[in-house]
C-alpha cells in the first residue's frame, strides 16, 4: 500500500512509525513546503519520497484503490488538503479535530461521497485499548444496573499547548488557527471515549462554560484567546434510559489536578483512567450491605500504542475489519459535539446533536 502524508512534522512522524506495524509494507510519501520539516523528516524515513506540496504529491501517479492520504497539518490547513486528496481519487484520515467548524467538515463529507472514498478522524487514538474494552465490557455486562450518571473529569493544572506544551507552536493559542483551546485539542478524544462506551444516538449539551484562567506565565506577544478549562453538563440518550454526564476539561486550573472517569448504574459502578492505560479498572457493587471493590482484569496491553490507533483502526476499516475508526458521517457528529459545546456555552441554549450508529466491531 501507499501513504501519503500531508505536512512533515511531529505528528506525521508517528503515522510513519506506525506504518512500519501494518500487516503489509507501505511505501511512505511526504508533503511540506518546510524543506527544514522534510529534511528532518527524511533522517528518520530515509526512504520516503519527498515533495514541497501536497498537489505535487498527489499527481504525481495515480491513485490506487487503497492509498490512504495522512493529513497531518494545523486544524486552519485541513479543509483544502483533505479536498485535495479527495479529488485524486484516494481515501482520507484527517489529524484531529477535524475541521474549524460544522460547515468545513460538512464540505469534507461531500468530499468524499461524491468521491467514493472514506473519510476518517484520528480522534481515536484511546479506542480498543485494552483497559478501555474492560469498561465497555462492565457496561455491556449488565453488571451496574440501569445507568444513570457519569464523572468525566481531566484537569491539569500547567499544560497548555502552545505554552507548557510545544511551547514553539504558539498558533494553538490562536482560535483562528486552532479553531479553539482545550476543548477542541483534548474533547476529540473524550468524545469518541465517551461515545464508545456508551453509544448515545444523540447527545444533549444542556449547559457548558469556558474560562480562561491567568497565569504569570501567558504570553503577551502572540494572540491568545481560546480556552484552558472547560466544563459541561449533558444528557446522553441511547437504547436505555438518559445517561447525566457531568464533564470537565482543563490544561490550567487553579483547583486541584486529577483524571477519573466513572459510571454509575443501578446495581454498580466501574472506574477509570481513560487516558492511562497503565492505571487499573476498578468495580463497585453491593454485597450483603457494604460496599465491595474489585479490581478488573484488563490483560496484558496490545502491541499498538495510542499513536498508532488511527492508522491501524482506519486501515482495517478500509479491509473490512474492525469499525474502531469514526468514519464518514459519524466523524462528522463526533465533530459536531465540539461545535454543539462551544455553541451552548456561547448562547446559554441548550443545543442537540444526533449522532450516526457504529458499524459492528470485529474482534
Known amino acids: 500500500m501507499r501513504l501519503y502524508l500531508i505536512g512533515a512534522g511531529v505528528i506525521a512522524r508517528t503515522h510513519a512509525e506506525a506504518a512500519a506495524k501494518l500487516p503489509e509494507p507501505a511505501e511512505i510519501r511526504v508533503a511540506d513546503p518546510s524543506p527544514a520539516a522534510l529534511a528532518a523528516f527524511s533522517e528518520k524515513f530515509p526512504d520516503a519520497v519527498r515533495f514541497p506540496d501536497a498537489a505535487a504529491m498527489l499527481g504525481a501517479e495515480e491513485a490506487r484503490e487503497d492509498d490512504i492520504v495522512i493529513v497531518a497539518t494545523p486544524p486552519f490547513a485541513h479543509l483544502e488538503p483533505v479536498k485535495l486528496a479527495f479529488r485524486s481519487g484516494r481515501h482520507v484520515l484527517c489529524e484531529k479535530p477535524l475541521a474549524m467548524n460544522d460547515n468545513e467538515a460538512a464540505e469534507m463529507l461531500r468530499a468524499a461521497e461524491q468521491a467514493g472514498r472514506k473519510l476518517g478522524c484520528c480522534s481515536v487514538r484511546f479506542k480498543g485499548m485494552a483497559h478501555m474494552e474492560a469498561v465497555k465490557k462492565a457496561v ?94 449533558l444528557t446522553f440518550r441511547g437504547a436505555g434510559g438518559p445517561v447525566h454526564v457531568n464533564y470537565e476539561r482543563a490544561s490550567c486550573a487553579h483547583g486541584e489536578e486529577y483524571a477519573r472517569a466513572e459510571i454509575e448504574g443501578t446495581s454498580g459502578a466501574v472506574r477509570w483512567s481513560p487516558f492511562d492505560s497503565r492505571q487499573p479498572v476498578y468495580i463497585r457493587y453491593d454485597k450483603d450491605g457494604q460496599i465491595v471493590e474489585e479490581r478488573v482484569e484488563t490483560g496484558p496491553p496490545g502491541p499498538l500504542t495510542v499513536m498508532d490507533n488511527p492508522l491501524h483502526h482506519f486501515y482495517r476499516e478500509l479491509h473490512g475489519g474492525s469499525a474502531y475508526a469514526n468514519v464518514d458521517a459519524r466523524a462528522v457528529d463526533h465533530f459536531r459535539c465540539l461545535s454543539a459545546f462551544y455553541a451552548c456555552a456561547e448562547s446559554g441554549r441548550e443545543v442537540t446533536v444526533a449522532i450516526a450508529p457504529a458499524k459492528e466491531e470485529s474482534k
Open 140 to 233: 455491556d455486562s449488565g453488571v451496574l444496573g440501569e445507568i444513570y450518571h457519569v464523572g468525566f473529569v481531566h484537569k491539569s493544572a500547567r499544560s497548555r499547548a502552545g505554552i507548557e506544551y510545544q511551547p514553539a507552536s504558539r498558533w494553538f493559542l490562536d482560535s483562528s488557527k486552532s479553531g479553539g483551546g482545550i476543548l477542541i485539542d483534548w474533547g476529540p478524544y473524550d468524545f469518541a471515549t465517551l461515545i464508545d462506551v456508551l453509544q448515545p444516538a444523540e447527545i444533549k449539551f444542556n449547559a457548558a462554560w469556558l474560562r480562561q484562567p491567568e497565569t504569570e506565565a501567558d504570553p503577551r506577544d502572540v494572540v491568545f484567546d481560546v480556552e484552558t478549562h472547560a466544563g459541561a453538563f
